[in-house]
């Protein structure tokens, strides 16, 4: 080896071209997932406070989104429904006509060429905000089991092309997997919210799906921040259950989770992007104080090289339309 300083990494970093020459990683609009709030009613676009850009949706309007998605070149959107009823067993998770079920309709009928994904929760449907049904005050996890595998055969009979279990119950994933098995929905995959971590980043979200707890919080079922081992195991029996691809969320703390877990598995990975993610940067670049565009693509950039596949993101429309600009 040269000794220094006449060997120079510097060199290879000096102008613009040799800068893109030696990029390690980069990411594409074809890796991004852009989430949804769908509400009952017609032309609604009611603004999230706390996330800017971001609106709960009627179905009509979500059906431009979903074109404007499509010609930007992002191949799938992640919808979450807001209910008009709310109730004790989230029974509107798993109506024929509930909002998710009639946004899947709609999208297909418009043969709107876009992945359909939906998200498999009860928390948006109890009237109590917690992800599954409750017994003596705490979560019940197997007697929710049920209600979310009829929510994710709903969703599949409805037109979804992927469902994405993110209750944390243990055992999602196999209950998912075999009703949709059993009723011929062989091919709709299975994106599991692995390790998905009780997170004070979940906050905008809350207000955008109106889903905040209305006692306690979610850390009897979701992760503890302070493990990493243990989502490792989460992740390994969510493979072993039949998930298709696993995730991580929160991002933006939780980088060495990526990371471990794409050496360990080699598997299909998501990262979500979280509004509360979402929310601290828009609230900076709104003061000022950065610039949004070039945070967001070191942002995603990092996911990618961490080993995150694929990103969710409330940013994916803008970015898809800063790439082409
Ligand atoms: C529902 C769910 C949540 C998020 C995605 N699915 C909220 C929660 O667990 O409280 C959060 C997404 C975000 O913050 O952007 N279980």
Not at 137 to 152: E, G, M
């Amino acid at each position: 080896m040269v000794e220094f300083p006449i060997y120079r990494l510097r060199r290879l970093r000096k102008n613009t071209l040799l800068r893109r020459l030696m990029r390690e990683t980069t990411v594409s609009v074809g890796n991004l997932i852009m989430p949804y709030f769908v509400c009952e009613g017609k032309a609604i676009k009611n603004p999230v406070t706390s996330m800017p850009q971001v609106n709960q949706l009627s179905i009509d309007n979500l059906l431009k989104e979903a074109q404007e998605c499509q010609r930007l070149g992002i191949p799938a959107i992640l919808l979450f429904g807001i209910p008009k009823k709310k109730d004790l067993l989230g029974s509107a998770a798993y109506a024929k006509n509930g909002i998710i079920q009639k946004a899947a309709a709609a999208i297909k009928d418009k043969r709107i060429d876009i992945l359909i994904i939906t998200d498999v929760c009860l928390c948006e449907y109890t009237s109590h905000g917690h992800c599954g049904v409750l017994s003596n005050k705490s979560v019940d996890n197997d007697r929710t089991l049920n209600l979310l595998a009829k929510t994710a055969l709903s969703h599949a009979m409805a037109g979804a092309d992927m469902v994405a279990p993110s209750s944390m119950m243990d055992g999602q994933v196999k209950a998912i997997r075999t009703i949709l098995d059993k009723n011929n929905f062989t091919d709709i995959p299975i994106m599991a919210y692995s390790a998905k971590f009780a997170s004070s980043f979940y906050g905008p979200f809350r207000e955008a799906a109106e889903s905040t707890p209305a006692f306690g919080d979610r850390k009897a079922y979701q992760m503890d921040f302070a493990n990493s081992r243990e989502a490792l195991r989460e992740v390994a029996q969510d493979i072993k259950e039949g998930a298709d691809i696993v995730m991580v969320k929160p991002g933006l703390g939780y980088q060495d989770v990526i990371y471990r877990i794409k050496q360990e598995f080699h598997f299909p990975l998501a990262v979500y992007n979280v509004s509360g993610e979402y929310a601290m940067i828009k609230a900076v670049a709104q003061k000022g104080w950065l610039d949004e565009e070039k945070a967001v693509l070191e942002i995603m950039t990092g996911f990618k090289r961490a080993g995150a596949d694929l990103i969710i993101t409330y940013w994916a429309k803008d970015f898809a339309e800063w790439l082409n600009a």
